[in-house]
């Protein structure tokens, strides 16, 4: 989602915001600007497209100043364009904003009638024009960014920029992260961390409802009620902000690259190479659980997809799962034995952060497993359970997804061995599975070169089909999902059982059928539904093992993954899933890393 940096700086601060801008491309975006006070003038550049067409405008029309907003925009009301990009600017104010206002119309209504002039389709404009048309009545620049927020409706993260103050940057926050970032003589405003890392490593968060006063002394915070409050400062590791491709074409391939040693990692933190059990935190247990309602969105979703399979199989511990965006709307029956799980890598997804505040008092206890420790979702959440994946950049998740796909199947291992469902045989057999699965990820990634070339011609497709039974049902969804993402292909997935349902009517020479089949307990049966494919001359790409392969009879297309134990497929299986949709979108030339339409980071409803 939008991007934002704001600096209160010692040097001339365009080309500094230029450089924040670019650690936030990951969020998606189709336009950027910045604003400045210079002077005592405000100036900005705004510019449509790649954050390139605005560092050549900044080339060519230099902006001037030590103070200033910066924003990548990602369309919500207005498409693309110049007049729609922000800062937008009424007066003596320039504003950029993150989310969305839901009583924009009424408030454009009364400043039109009051004779405001709007140059864009945008919600933001009308907070600028409210701001400006406040200091046209004689408030002072935080008097009028008080009054503007308290009459605005619906989830933002805002800057507020003013002319004749070059020591003044009003920031605020409601549904939308936002930080300050502490300097010597200096300050900063950023949509997150990485944004700001180059810049310092005291970081404060703002918490919901909160707003600020910045100068370069300092940061005044005030709570949703308007009394002065303390936030406190972190520390962050700035390594762990580190953002470059290592060699790599694109961050994605990076990513993918990391799985083995991110998947080691994360799975030593809950149990120690040497360590026989699984360390979580005081008060985390399942033993009194009844149910377990899972929440999350997209990708995240798909991972908790597949841990309701092992929930259920491993702990004896019933599942009810949700997409976050549809969760709260239904009256979801909740009790005080449930425990709820919500999954998000960045920690900021919009629907998830509500529908964890929808649940919070009504269930045993909440969970959270992020990617972003000091994100709102783990900040709210009872308790907090990392992936320890690093900085994901690339829109589509990768090493993310493997890495939640780890921490739940943590837990339920967990769960069973608490509720007595697992034998502490069964338990350590499973543990030793889970530690091998950085191996078997790394052979799957051996198989890259071998699928490039599958690819070739699947790349030419307009629709594919993707297949799986158990948990490579969600397999194949995540599949189909990162093919539509990054190589604009339009794909689908179903569970195999369900094809001839329906699906079946879609099968010709023409439509390529992706089959996630490892040789398991329900091999038999998705292979008599790959023949029903084949019998229809759909072009089949079978994924399996060796015992696969030879229990398949003739297959026209396969790739071959290790052979492995059940419980840790979805790992592997996940790889192909990944890099069928990467190499498919290399050979269309679309982009990898920020496809079009995508946020990384969905911070609005």
């Not at 700001?196 to 707003?211: F, I, K, N, Q, S």
């Not at 919009?350 to 045993?364: E, N, S, W």
């Not at 070169?449 to 993707?466: C, G, H, K």
Request: aromatic residues 6%; hydrophobic residues 45%; contains cysteine.
């Amino acid at each position: 989602m939008c991007g934002i940096v704001g600096i209160l700086g010692k040097h001339e601060v365009a080309p500094i915001i230029l450089d924040a801008l670019k650690r936030l491309e990951y969020r998606g975006y189709d336009s950027a600007g910045i604003a400045t006070v210079n002077n005592g003038a405000l100036d900005r550049r705004r510019a449509v497209g790649k954050l390139i067409n605005l560092s050549d405008l900044l080339v060519h029309d230099p902006l001037r100043g030590k103070s200033g907003i910066g924003h990548t925009r990602w369309a919500t009301h207005g498409g693309p364009s110049v007049a729609n990009a922000h800062p937008h600017q009424a007066g003596r104010v320039a504003v950029v904003h993150n989310g969305i206002i839901e009583n924009f119309r009424e408030l454009r209504e009364e400043l039109s009638a009051e004779g405001a002039s709007f140059s864009s389709q945008t919600d933001t404009e009308t907070i600028a024009q409210l701001a400006g048309s406040l200091l046209e009545k004689g408030r002072s620049p935080v008097e009028a960014a008080r009054e503007t927020l308290a009459r605005l409706k619906g989830a933002f993260a805002l800057a507020f920029l003013f002319s004749g103050e070059d020591d003044l940057i009003v920031c605020a926050r409601r549904g939308s992260p936002l930080a300050i970032g502490h300097g010597e003589g200096e300050m900063f405003v950023g949509s997150d961390a990485l944004a700001l890392a180059p810049m310092t490593d005291r970081v404060t968060y703002l918490e919901e409802g909160d707003w600020a006063i910045i100068t370069r002394s300092g940061a005044q915070i005030f709570d949703a009620e308007g009394h002065q409050t303390h936030r406190p400062m972190n520390r962050i590791n700035v390594e762990e902000t580190r953002v470059d491709k290592s060699g790599h074409r694109h961050f994605m391939a990076k990513e993918m690259a990391e799985q083995p040693a991110i998947l080691q990692a994360a799975l030593g933190f809950y149990s120690g190479l040497d360590h026989d059990g699984i360390d979580l935190p005081d008060g985390l247990g399942f033993a009194a659980t009844d149910r377990l309602i899972m929440v999350a969105c997209g990708t995240a979703y798909y991972a908790c997809q597949v841990a309701k399979y092992w929930f259920e199989r491993y702990a004896g511990l019933p599942v009810e799962l949700d997409i976050a965006s549809e969760f709260r709307y239904r009256n979801p029956v909740l009790g005080d034995s449930n425990t709820a799980i919500f999954v998000s890598q960045s920690g900021e997804t919009a629907d998830t952060l509500a529908a964890l505040r929808h649940v919070k008092g009504q269930v045993a206890q909440v969970v959270s497993v992020v990617n972003v420790m000091t994100s709102s979702i783990a900040r709210e959440s009872d308790i907090a359970l990392p992936i320890h994946a690093g900085p994901e950049i690339g829109v589509a998740s990768t090493k993310a997804f493997t890495a939640q796909l780890q921490v739940l199947a943590v837990l339920a291992l967990r769960a069973g061995l608490d509720r007595g469902h697992l034998s502490e045989a069964e338990f350590a057999t499973l543990l030793a599975q889970l530690r091998s699965v950085p191996g078997y990820v790394a052979q799957a990634l051996d198989r890259e070169e071998e699928i490039r070339l599958l690819t070739e011609s699947l790349s030419q497709a307009r629709d594919v089909l993707f297949l799986g039974r158990g948990v490579m049902y969600p397999l194949a969804q995540e599949g189909a999902l990162k093919l539509k993402e990054i190589s604009y292909i339009h794909a689908e997935a179903y569970a195999a059982g369900e094809l001839k349902h329906g699906p079946i009517a879609l099968i010709d020479k023409d439509l390529p059928v992706i089959i996630f089949a490892p040789h398991d307990a329900l091999f038999e049966k998705t292979v008599s539904n790959m023949q029903e494919v084949m019998a229809r001359q759909g072009q089949v790409l079978l994924i399996s093992d060796a015992q696969g392969f030879a229990d398949a009879g003739e297959v026209p297309t396969r790739l071959q993954m290790p052979a492995v134990p059940e419980f840790i497929a979805p790992f592997i299986y996940a790889v192909p899933a990944q890099m069928i949709a990467y190499h498919t979108a290399l050979h269309r030339g679309t982009d990898v890393d920020q496809p079009r339409n995508l946020a990384k980071s969905v911070t609005v409803e």
